[in-house]
């Protein structure tokens, strides 16, 4: 994942009513911390974030109020998710490894499902270390080849060059089971699972 550059203003005010004043100005509030260093306020435009998480960014080069690399820690979105309220920054060099929460997904048709069996994500996301310039958009479990009664575990996962998942390796991502059969052993997810073969009917009543 490349870089961009992200120009970022001096922030002085802070509280809810003048963060909601920004807003309505087109401005986002941020605040940039790490390294040991101060916390600092700053602001940035609103289309200058969107094309940040447009582009798929994850680490940026913030210039003008300050000059530093920094990794999108938390971006906080309004309610529909339509609009970004407030970004955490965290200072970081191109070469120094990071923590970073990766959205991983399914990629390819597994044989399992053309047997009747529902393919099912079992995790959304996972915790990567990796360089900021290694930061993927999303892992992928790659199902071409999952049988019924199969599964995918960490340990099955492509990563970028030097990159690693921070969880165990057996930890299972995705199965495919016959309907109604549980894994022998089930961990409870706090994000609904999704099911191939389930998600054209939930479409149907709306997708969220």
């Known amino acids: 994942m490349s870089s961009e550059s992200l120009e970022v203003m001096p922030r002085e005010a802070t509280g809810s009513s003048e963060c909601r004043r920004m807003r309505k100005q087109g401005l986002v509030p941020a605040v940039l911390y790490g390294h040991g260093e101060e916390c600092v306020n700053l602001v940035a435009k609103r289309e200058a974030i969107e094309a940040v998480v447009r582009h798929g960014s994850v680490f940026v080069e913030l210039h003008g109020a300050v000059t530093s690399g920094a990794v999108i820690r938390e971006l906080q979105w309004d309610t529909f998710g339509t609009q970004p309220l407030h970004v955490d920054f965290v200072r970081a060099s191109k070469t120094e490894r990071v923590h970073v929460k990766v959205p991983l997904d399914m990629k390819g048709?597994?044989?399992?499902?053309?047997?009747?069996?529902?393919?099912?994500?079992?995790?959304?996301?996972?915790?990567?270390?990796?360089?900021?310039?290694?930061?993927?958009?999303?892992?992928?479990?790659?199902?071409?080849?999952?049988?019924?009664?199969?599964?995918?575990?960490?340990?099955?996962?492509?990563?970028?060059?030097?990159?690693?998942?921070?969880?165990?390796?057996?930890?299972?991502?995705?199965?495919?089971?016959?309907?109604?059969?549980?894994?022998?052993?089930?961990?409870?997810?706090?994000?609904?699972?999704?099911?191939?073969?389930?998600?054209?009917?939930?479409?149907?009543?709306?997708?969220?």
């Open 109 to 208: 048709e597994a044989p399992g499902h053309r047997s009747g069996g529902l393919v099912t994500l079992v995790v959304h996301e996972l915790e990567l270390e990796c360089t900021p310039d290694a930061i993927p958009d999303h892992l992928h479990a790659v199902i071409n080849h999952l049988e019924l009664g199969g599964s995918i575990k960490v340990r099955d996962l492509e990563l970028p060059a030097g990159a690693r998942v921070i969880a165990d390796p057996d930890e299972v991502l995705v199965t495919c089971l016959k309907p109604g059969e549980k894994p022998e052993s089930e961990e409870t997810s706090a994000a609904e699972p999704e099911v191939i073969g389930r998600k054209a009917a939930e479409e149907t009543e709306g997708a969220e």
